[in-house]
């Protein structure tokens, strides 16, 4: 299975992308963290994304806060996919919001919710199921268990209404 590469642009990011790994942890594929700064470290960070398909990755998810340019310099430097996590570092996170979805054509970021970094790691997992049956199978047993726990609830609401 392909790897997903989890970048961030500064530790302080860490807590929040946490939740991806715990996404992709319990889907049980592999991946790296990995701390690049699209203003602080370019080079680095053109470099990584230069080489990551040929190092094994598959996807590629990018979380970042207020000017929120990582994702964006990533996709401009590798055919990946990228998935963009806005982080809510000021403005509510919609500064990096704005700032990761707005690619000019031609560069494409997806980009999830503000904070979204477990939407992304489905993402990442969705994409690399194309090509997965096995990672495939694990998703739809997912998506079926989530419709069973907002059932049992939805049944334990309206048994509160009728007692």
């Known amino acids: 299975m ?6 961030m642009g500064s530790d302080s990011d860490l807590p929040l992308m946490k939740k991806a790994f715990k996404v992709l942890e ?3 594929i592999p991946y790296d963290a990995h701390i690049y700064s699209a203003h602080r470290t370019p080079v680095q960070a053109i470099e990584f994304a230069s080489t990551a398909a040929s190092s094994g990755y598959g996807v590629i998810i ?27 570092a000021s403005l509510g996170g919609f ?3 704005l ?9 494409p970021v997806a980009t999830v919710a503000v904070d979204g970094a477990g939407n992304a790691a489905l993402l990442a997992a969705q994409i690399l199921a194309l090509g997965d049956k096995e990672l495939s199978a694990k998703l739809s047993k ?22």
């Open 99 to 107: 700032s990761t979805v707005q690619m000019p054509t031609g560069i």
């Open 2 to 7: 392909m790897k997903v590469a989890i970048v």
């Open 26 to 28: 319990d889907f049980q």
């Open 142 to 163: 997912n998506r079926i268990a989530m419709e069973q726990s907002v059932l049992k609830k939805n049944d334990e609401l309206e048994q509160s209404f009728t007692k």
């Open 95 to 97: 500064d990096a919001l």
């Open 62 to 88: 990018a979380g970042a806060g207020k000017a929120a340019h990582l994702a964006g310099i990533l996709a401009a430097n590798t055919i990946l996919p990228v998935i963009g996590v806005p982080i809510s």
